[in-house]
């Protein structure tokens, strides 16, 4: 598995977990993340998880809601 394909993994996997299942904001799932004991480490910012769950919108992943801010679908 990529390392981007790796980090998309523990995106979902925390959202599924923990995000109650409506389309949350990068930083909501930073502060998911923030709180999951093991992922803390793996992304610093916002903008990183914008970019791994943009891309894999490409592909049909993640569906973005381009509202201000922008809302992730997993």
């Given at each position: 598995?990529?390392?981007?394909?790796?980090?998309?993994?523990r995106i979902r996997e925390v959202v599924t977990e923990r995000g109650g299942g409506e389309p949350l904001t990068a930083?909501?799932?930073?502060?998911?993340l923030d709180e999951s004991d093991d992922?803390?480490?793996?992304?610093?910012?916002?903008?990183?998880?914008?970019?791994?769950?943009?891309?894999?919108?490409?592909t049909g992943d993640v569906t973005v809601i381009r509202s201000s801010p922008y809302r992730y679908e997993l």
């Open positions: 598995m990529s390392l981007r394909g790796s980090a998309f993994e930083r909501e799932i930073l502060h998911l992922a803390h480490e793996e992304f610093k910012s916002t903008h990183e998880i914008a970019t791994v769950l943009g891309r894999r919108a490409q």
